[in-house]
């Protein structure tokens, strides 16, 4: 059963703060996971990847990997109010090819 | 560079009726893949091609949803008939090896 699991939010942060986003997936052997921001009617934009334990930051993004955990989180600092949309988890499980996406979870960052 | 390319952008039909969509990927991008996304939800996947072969569709309603990437380059997706329940978006995106796809703006059906 292939199931990523995110909380739908929304989650509220003032300018400037740490917002963090979290995902649980069901496979331990998943071996590929994916941060999406998608802004209200709008299409899916990818904002990092991440493939071994541990972080990996890009700017202001730091995407972080526990495998033991099956958990995978995105931090933004610094938040913008151009921030505010929703962000999805995506997982590659492992022996299939195609990604699995989360429900997504909608951040605010209030002024 | 460009994007994936999506047309129409918007669609109005009635239920039992058909609608096609089309794609064009990023250029060189060999993976196309299609998904639905309905409002509050994160896409599905509803089939993914490598070139022009089919690798998986295992999510695709076949009795009414049908696609082809016949040169291996760009796809058009049908529904025929539509039901109701098949109003949300359509998602096209493309790949290149593992890092990621990318999707294109989407087109936005709504069946009356």
């Known amino acids: 059963q292939k199931e990523v699991e995110q909380n739908s939010g929304p989650l509220s942060v003032p300018e400037g703060a740490i917002a963090s986003l979290n995902c649980t997936y069901s496979?331990?052997?998943?071996?590929?996971f994916f941060w999406y921001r998608q802004y209200s009617g709008k299409s899916p934009e990818l904002i990092m990847f991440i493939y071994s334990n541990g972080d990996k930051e890009d700017g202001r993004f730091t995407a972080q990997l526990n495998k033991a955990s099956q958990y995978v989180s995105l931090l933004i600092r610094d938040s913008q109010p151009s921030d505010s949309a929703t962000y999805l988890c995506a997982v590659n499980f492992s022996g299939y090819s195609t990604l699995t996406f989360g429900k997504g979870t909608m951040l605010l960052v209030s002024p | 560079e460009a994007g994936v390319a999506q047309s129409p952008r918007y669609k109005i039909i009635e239920k039992r009726q058909s609608v096609a969509f089309w794609c064009n990927p990023i250029?060189?991008?060999?993976?196309l893949y299609w998904y639905q996304q309905i409002l509050g939800q994160g896409p599905k996947l509803l089939i993914q091609?490598?070139?022009?072969?089919?690798?998986?569709d295992s999510q695709l309603p076949k009795d009414r949803f049908s696609a082809e990437r016949l040169k291996g380059v760009d796809s058009t997706l049908k529904i025929q008939p539509a039901k109701l329940e098949d109003s949300a978006v359509y998602l096209c995106?493309?790949?290149?090896?593992?890092?990621?796809?990318?999707f294109g703006p989407g087109t936005r059906l709504t069946v009356t």
């Open positions: 091609f490598q070139n022009n072969g089919v690798v998986d």
């Open positions: 250029s060189g991008h060999a993976t």
């Open positions: 496979d331990r052997g998943s071996q590929s």
């Open positions: 995106a493309s790949s290149l090896g593992k890092t990621g796809e990318y």
